[in-house]
């Protein structure tokens, strides 16, 4: 049985950047940083190639899913470059400014367009940080959620999946009959780098955009008129300072437990 | 008053340290309902811990078919109470697990969510720290219950006497509700260090430590101090560490009264994780590394002379 596969993708202000919230509406001040891959969901795409591969010639598939403005094409070349199938675009000035509520709601519709077997998700978008996309997705579907995976095992026919979640003192292993929604965790594998060859297939490979309407929602319920929670107001803090900064000359440890007796600390 | 209420994180009947902080909170806006799921929620002493940090009930949802999935069984003990009793807010640890039933709950309920919050303020305003610190947000939920999910080590727990009365509370699941089954819980960590997003001390190594072994040196002087263990990325794709020690933009985020970097240069990504804690320590043999420009005290040197050395004062001077 031929599995698809979702790999879910965003586009994020590279993380080497200072990052910072605009005064206007306080949302993400995306033009001052480098668009990347949320470099989490290279693990995603990793993830859902191998199934694939462990799947043989089978007609199994990678379709990558993404929401972002008209740039964030660049991001599905790059996801297609690593040897997805093809992708959706959801795209929508009307989605500027959506919250996680809002953006889980317009990623299911996404989902609801296509047939596929598992959904895979990076942990957490190195911009929002909130980790709770796949789980709103799973609430949505009414499907279970094996997240925070560092291993994912796909048993094609007893049509199920078995993750090793990540726990604070080791892991869980959690495992749910398919359609799965999973997230990985960056331990989970080494994301490959596309070839030329990729690279230039990912051109020719087929690229679906979705806008509001065609996901048949609300535009209402999308974008920051329709978030759920809002900001009232942000400040810049001054950046942290350095203190006292000295060079061992054998007393280093010393003057350290000094430091901290001072601080009592100790 | 009005009721908020509060997801317990215990284990087995002690309440994990975070969920004294979230009471605290939650009676400084309203009157906190405590909510406990799984084995070891009716424990009288967990209770009785419970009351002491201001609970004036106790919900508790003791079956072990509560946590024999992940998540969304307690999304249904929290919806169902959501339901009863129209609390003014629900507050949950800013935990991997957390934050997820945060989100399901979210959606399941029609509400608002807020992730990682470091305090909050009158009218169920929360506070975020964000962007390594560097940016404070002070946001509200505008639609539904407020769902806020708030750090670990963010307030300071204050003990103040609740009625703590409890509650028992029974849950039907739904069939999904379960779907995601935990076939078994593997336990790695070495036992005996407090949890790293709790702790109050944090002694973390970096690619310098250079080697699995070298993490020993770490250990040592983490355990003295009392302290958790954390790493830098480079340490965790080594494998000189386990990942779920990773501190960091994608790992966990601290904020600890001390925090000592070994060997760690103090990348903008690692400083996304420590960068607000309390005081900060740094021990690198690069005069020029950035995590100097965040440490209030920095030591250029080799960390393989110093940290031996430094755990050795530190046993002698406790005593
Ligand atoms: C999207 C993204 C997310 C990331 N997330 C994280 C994250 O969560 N956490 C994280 O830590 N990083 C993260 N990183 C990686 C980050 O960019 C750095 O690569 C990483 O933090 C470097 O780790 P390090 O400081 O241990 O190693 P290095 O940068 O290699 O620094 C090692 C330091 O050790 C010092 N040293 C070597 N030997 C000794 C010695 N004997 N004594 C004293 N000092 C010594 C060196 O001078 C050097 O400063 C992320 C990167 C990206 C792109």
């Known amino acids: 049985m031929p599995l698809t596969i979702v790999a879910c993708v965003k586009q994020v202000p590279d993380s080497w950047a200072e990052k910072r919230l605009l005064d206007i509406d306080s949302t993400l001040d995306r033009?001052?940083?480098?668009?990347?891959?949320?470099?989490?969901?290279?693990?995603?795409?990793?993830?859902?190639?191998?199934?694939?591969?462990?799947?043989?010639?089978?007609?199994?598939?990678?379709?990558?899913?993404?929401?972002?403005?008209?740039?964030?094409?660049?991001?599905?070349?790059?996801?297609?470059?690593?040897?997805?199938?093809?992708?959706?675009?959801?795209?929508?000035?009307?989605?500027?400014?959506?919250?996680?509520?809002?953006?889980?709601?317009a990623l299911t519709r996404a989902l609801g367009t296509t047939q596929w077997d598992l959904a895979v998700f990076g942990s957490e978008s190195t911009d929002a940080r909130m980790s709770v996309v796949p789980a709103m997705v799973a609430e949505r579907l009414a499907l279970p959620q094996l997240t925070f995976a560092q291993k994912v095992e796909v048993d094609t026919a007893g049509r199920s999946a078995t993750v090793h979640r990540q726990?604070?003192?080791?892991?869980?292993?959690?495992?749910?009959?398919?359609?799965?929604?999973?997230?990985?965790?960056?331990?989970?594998?080494e994301p490959r780098y596309p070839s030329f060859k990729n690279i230039m297939a990912a051109k020719k490979k087929p690229l679906e955009t979705l806008d509001v309407a065609a996901l048949g929602l609300d535009p209402a319920e999308v974008g920051l008129a329709g978030a759920w929670s809002a900001v009232e107001a942000f400040e810049q803090r001054p950046p942290r300072q350095g203190g006292v900064k000295i060079t061992d000359e054998g007393d280093g440890a010393t003057k350290i437990a000094d430091y901290l007796v001072g601080q009592k600390m100790l | 008053m009005s009721e908020i209420l509060v997801l317990v994180e215990h284990d087995g009947g002690a309440a994990k340290k975070v969920s004294h902080e979230l009471l605290t909170l939650a009676s400084r806006h309203g009157e906190p309902g405590a909510v406990v799921v799984g084995p070891g929620a009716d424990d009288a002493g967990l209770a009785a811990d419970l009351?002491?940090?201001?609970?004036?009930?106790?919900?508790?949802?003791?079956?072990?078919?509560?946590?024999?999935?992940?998540?969304?069984?307690?999304?249904?003990?929290?919806?169902?109470?959501?339901?009863?009793?129209?609390?003014?807010?629900?507050?949950?640890?800013?935990?991997?697990?957390?934050?997820?039933?945060?989100?399901?709950?979210?959606?399941?309920t029609g509400s608002g969510v807020i992730t990682d919050a470091v305090d909050i303020d009158a009218g169920l305003t929360a506070v975020q720290s964000v962007f390594g610190g560097s940016t404070v947000v002070r946001s509200r939920v505008t639609t539904g219950t407020p769902i806020v999910t708030v750090r670990p080590n963010a307030t300071a727990q204050q003990e103040s006497a609740g009625a703590g009365e409890v509650v028992a509370v029974s849950v039907e699941l739904a069939a999904t509700d379960t779907a995601a089954a935990v076939v078994e819980h593997v336990v790695q960590a070495k036992g005996g260090r407090p949890e790293l997003a709790e702790a109050a001390?944090?002694?973390?190594?970096?690619?310098?430590?250079?080697?699995?072994?070298?993490?020993?040196?770490?250990e040592r002087l983490a355990d003295a101090l009392g302290g958790a263990v954390g790493a830098s990325r480079a340490a965790t794709d080594a494998g000189f560490y386990p990942h779920q020690y990773q501190v960091g933009q994608t790992g966990k985020t601290v904020s600890p009264q001390l925090y000592i970097a070994l060997g760690i240069s103090g990348a903008i990504q690692h400083r996304a994780g420590m960068q607000t804690s309390k005081t900060i320590v740094a021990v690198n043999k690069d005069a020029e590394a950035p995590i100097f420009d965040l440490a209030d005290f920095g030591v250029v040197g080799d960390l393989f002379a110093i940290a031996p050395q430094l755990t050795e004062q530190v046993e002698s001077r406790k005593g």
């Open chain 1, 167 to 189: 726990t604070d003192d080791g892991y869980d292993i959690v495992s749910a009959a398919l359609p799965v929604v999973i997230s990985v965790v960056e331990k989970i594998n």
């Open chain 2, 201 to 218: 001390i944090v002694v973390s190594g970096g690619r310098g430590v250079g080697s699995a072994e070298g993490f020993d040196l770490v």
């Open chain 1, 31 to 105: 033009e001052s940083a480098d668009p990347v891959l949320n470099e989490l969901d290279e693990y995603a795409i990793e993830e859902a190639l191998r199934i694939r591969e462990a799947q043989g010639e089978d007609g199994s598939e990678v379709v990558v899913l993404c929401m972002g403005p008209e740039r964030a094409t660049d991001t599905i070349r790059k996801a297609l470059s690593m040897g997805a199938d093809r992708a959706i675009h959801v795209v929508d000035d009307q989605l500027h400014g959506s919250d996680a509520v809002a953006t889980s709601a």
């Open chain 2, 51 to 108: 009351a002491r940090f201001g609970a004036a009930r106790i919900y508790t949802a003791p079956d072990a078919a509560l946590v024999s999935a992940i998540v969304a069984p307690k999304v249904a003990v929290l919806a169902q109470l959501m339901a009863e009793r129209s609390p003014a807010a629900v507050l949950i640890a800013s935990t991997a697990e957390g934050k997820e039933i945060a989100g399901r709950l979210a959606v399941r």
